[in-house]
T-cell receptor
Framework: ETGVTQTPRHLVMGMTNKKSLKCEQH?????MYWYKQSAKKPLELMFV???????ENNSVPSRFSPECPNSSHLFLHLHTLQPEDSALYLC????????????FGPGTRLTVL | GQQLNQSPQSMFIQEGEDVSMNCTSS?????WLWYKQDPGEGPVLLIA?????ELTSNGRLTAQFGITRKDSFLNISASIPSDVGIYFC??????????????FGKGTKLSVKP
């Protein structure tokens, strides 16, 4: 498998559920990103990891908890979300010094009921 | 924070038409990027611009990095049905030896004329 993959592609969860989003990249990159994409809004950067270390947390609420066990995998753990958290969550990766050339996964469409 | 104004918000195309969209910012960027997102997919990088005044083509796509470093445009010539999708501009500012994060516009949605 090549590129950036994300699972699941669709997720519906209640506000009291705990779920996790998974991202995997097969590009040999060492930087990984989580973005939130809502309708009619620009992509919002959430977290950045470089060489498994979190280097950016863009004031994201603690109900979103990222995890990067190695350079190829990135998780986003979700708990007690709100309906306004419903969005497309995109993962991306890049070489650490090539932030401008990010490769995106297909996203997970999250609906919070 | 920095914001990008992307226009138009949406447009309809007829096959064969040329299409133009642009992005402006109140502050300067070192890099301008154009992405396309198809339904159900993530954005795909189309063109990257690294120098003020730079004009770069990728097939029927041409993009320019504005001289003021505060704007960029994307042209699509002789559009075809598969050009439909959402086009995003993004800017990046590097500072103090560090690479800045990408700032995205809201997108221009291209649809086919009914």
């Amino acid at each position: 498998e090549t590129g950036v993959t994300q699972t699941p592609r669709h997720l519906v969860m209640g506000m009291t559920n705990k779920k996790s989003l998974k991202c995997e990249q097969h590009l040999g990159h060492n930087a990984m990103y989580w973005y939130k994409q809502s309708a009619k809004k620009p992509l919002e950067l959430m977290f950045v990891y470089n060489f498994k270390e979190q280097t950016e947390n863009n004031s994201v609420p603690s109900r979103f908890s990222p995890e990067c066990p190695n350079s190829s995998h990135l998780f986003l753990h979700l708990h007690t979300l709100q309906p306004e958290d419903s969005a497309l969550y995109l993962c991306a990766s890049s070489r650490p010094l090539e932030v401008q050339e990010q490769f995106f996964g297909p996203g997970t469409r999250l609906t919070v009921l | 924070g920095q914001q990008l104004n992307q226009s138009p918000q949406s447009m309809f195309i007829q096959e064969g038409e040329d299409v133009s969209m642009n992005c402006t910012s109140s502050s300067i960027f070192n890099t301008w990027l154009w992405y396309k997102q198809d339904p159900g997919e993530g954005p795909v990088l189309l063109i990257a611009l690294y120098k003020a005044g730079e004009l770069t083509s990728n097939g029927r796509l041409t993009a320019q990095f504005g001289i003021t470093r505060k704007d960029s445009f994307l042209n699509i010539s002789a559009s075809i049905p598969s050009d439909v999708g959402i086009y995003f501009c993004a800017g990046q500012l590097n500072y103090g030896g560090s690479q800045g994060n990408l700032i995205f516009g809201k997108g221009t949605k291209l649809s086919v004329k009914p």
